[in-house]
């Protein structure tokens, strides 16, 4: 046996996974609590949470050449259920994206995910020590739809949420692979202005002229830098026109993401009701199985994207702030991890998926608390659903192979 097994073994990142976890059905027991099938949630995330914690393990003893050598065709896999899905998935919520086996579901965007950030990792890393040059635009373009061919196919389900976590992604890779400053600040500058056209035209101007100092800064081509305000004018011009083509329906549900007090009994119900819930968490909570809007289901399926306001009631702010720092070990660990390992592959790999966490992290405690849009993303490994479980379980199992192969070139 290897005596060396635990040096290589990452034991912090595995350890608060296996907090979290434990945390999230706790928090799906108390949500469900009362309803008559209210084992079938718990239990069911028992027992993948089981079977992806051994997998979560067992990837980590995986050597890295296989994952980056699988890469590509497992990419195309799930691209092709990206595309069956539209086919032949099943309607829920309005959204095609997913497949029913017997009696569980699969979501072939939450696989999708990690095999994209590996298609992405091993093409940027040409599978050894040689590099792409992201800054020349044919790789950066081929890069780019490594990405976007399923981030079209999520939004054509249409899955809106899911589909910008490939985006939340897209831009600390490039970053981390080298990309220059300048396209950074090129490539953020187009969100930032389409925000900024939606707020007020004072905040698309002041953002125009933000954005064109700062490209004139960098004392690059002038050319190109006044192609790219164009197309940030074009774009500041066209959201008014897009949010006007939108059903009425739709423009409520965005304007309550600002206000949720617009649409109380719609699409802000849930986020007041949140608000309340972990408003009277105080600073202690109210106690497991003791939150009131919990245990009285104010909140529907609060055991799914709601998750966090169950935390905040019955464990207040210090319970929410325990919950908050786990959550910054697994990205800081798959940060250093991204350091630490030799592996090109494996470094830009846990940069991704730390992204994807924090992104998901931010944007549900966000719509909790009534600072972000409700868009359907789930709390890591604390939401239910199988799909999201395993997905981000078997991000974290490559994560820890980072660390267990960190002195592996590959």
């Given at each position: 046996?290897?005596k060396n097994?635990?040096?290589?073994f990452?034991i ?14 706790l928090?799906i027991?108390?949500a469900t ?13 028992l027992y993948?949470?089981?079977?992806g ?5 067992g990837?980590?003893?995986v ?14 896999v ?6 069956a899905v ?10 095609k994206?997913?497949f ?10 939450e696989?999708?995910k990690?095999?994209?950030?590996l ?28 990405v976007?061919i ?20 897209l ?13 950074l ?11 900024a056209?939606?707020?007020s ?16 800064l ?11 305000v164009a197309?940030n004018?074009?774009?500041?011009f ?35 009701q ?19 809007q919990t ?9 799914t ?8 009631e019955?464990f ?7 919950l908050?720092?786990?959550y910054?070990?697994i990205?800081?660990?798959?940060i ?9 592959f494996?470094s830009?790999?846990?940069v ?7 992104f ?15 868009i359907?993303?789930?709390l ?18 490559i994560?820890?192979?980072a ?8």
């Amino acid at each position: 046996m290897d005596k060396n097994i635990f040096k290589r073994f990452d034991i912090l990142l595995s350890l608060t996974t296996a907090i979290l976890i434990t945390i999230g059905i706790l928090a799906i027991y108390s949500a469900t609590y009362g309803n008559a099938t209210s084992h079938e949630f718990y239990m069911k995330q028992l027992y993948f949470a089981l079977f992806g914690f051994a997998l979560m393990i067992g990837l980590s003893f995986v050597p890295p050449q296989y994952m980056s050598k699988a890469s590509y065709l497992m990419y195309l896999v799930t691209i092709g259920l990206l595309i069956a899905v539209l086919l032949f998935g099943r309607v829920i919520k309005g959204n095609k994206s997913w497949f029913y086996i017997g009696g569980f579901g699969i979501q072939p965007s939450e696989l999708a995910k990690f095999t994209t950030i590996l298609c992405l990792a091993n093409y940027l890393s040409s599978g050894g020590e040689e590099t792409r040059d992201i800054n020349k635009p044919w790789e950066f373009i081929k890069a780019s739809l490594i990405v976007l061919i399923p981030f079209a196919l999520i939004l054509k389900q249409p899955d809106t949420g899911t589909s910008l976590v490939f985006l939340s992604f897209l831009i600390p890779i490039f970053f981390w692979a080298g990309l220059s400053p300048y396209f950074l600040v090129a490539l953020i500058s187009f969100g930032v202005i389409a925000f900024a056209a939606f707020i007020s035209p004072t905040y698309f101007i002041v953002a125009i002229i933000i954005i064109a100092i700062s490209l004139l800064l960098f004392k690059r081509n002038y050319i190109i830098s006044g192609i790219i305000v164009a197309v940030n004018v074009a774009i500041g011009f066209s959201v008014p026109k897009v949010f006007s083509k939108l059903q009425p329906y739709q423009q409520k549900r965005i304007m309550a993401v600002f206000d949720p007090s617009t649409d109380p009994l719609g699409s802000g119900y849930n986020v007041i009701q949140s608000k309340v819930a972990i408003g009277s968490g105080g600073i202690w909570g109210k106690g497991f199985l003791a939150g009131t809007q919990t245990q009285l289901k104010f909140i529907p399926e609060q055991w799914t994207d709601f998750i966090f306001c169950m935390i905040g009631e019955e464990f207040g702010f210090i319970g929410s702030i325990i919950l908050l720092t786990l959550y910054i070990v697994i990205i800081y660990k798959l940060i250093s991890n991204a350091y630490l390992t030799r592996s090109r592959f494996l470094s830009i790999a846990c940069v991704g998926f730390a992204s994807i966490i924090l992104f998901h992290l931010v944007i549900n405690v966000g719509m909790t608390i009534g600072l972000m849009p409700v868009i359907g993303i789930p709390l890591p490994l604390m939401s239910y659903g199988i799909s999201s479980l395993l997905s981000f379980l078997i991000m974290l199992g490559i994560g820890m192979s980072a660390y267990r192969n960190r002195n592996l070139y590959i």
